[in-house]
């Protein structure tokens, strides 16, 4: 990435195109998981409704939690380590 050898004019019509792909990828893939959830909903096969509904909010405050836990110290810690990550 070398966006310091091209003018002001092109960067910014970069970050535009970068921002479109980035919302097409996007909208691909919520459209692409909203085709698969009719699919997924029929596999859950012998739990009722309410039961996944609590097993898919547990996992999502696990994942949460587990961001939280590792997030902080991955950042923090090799500042606190290491000198001239500080300066």
């Not at 596999?43 to 961001?67: D, K, T």
């Amino acid at each position: 990435h070398r966006s310091w050898q091209v003018d002001f004019a092109t960067r910014l019509q970069e970050e535009a195109v970068w921002k479109m792909v980035s919302f097409i990828l996007e909208s691909a893939v919520f459209a692409l998981i909203g085709l698969q959830l009719p699919f997924v909903l029929k596999g859950l096969g012998e739990y009722e409704g309410w039961v996944a509904g609590w097993y898919a909010v547990a996992v999502f405050v696990v994942v949460v939690v587990v961001r939280f836990v590792w997030v902080f110290p991955a950042t923090f810690l090799p500042r606190i380590l290491f000198q001239h990550i500080r300066d």
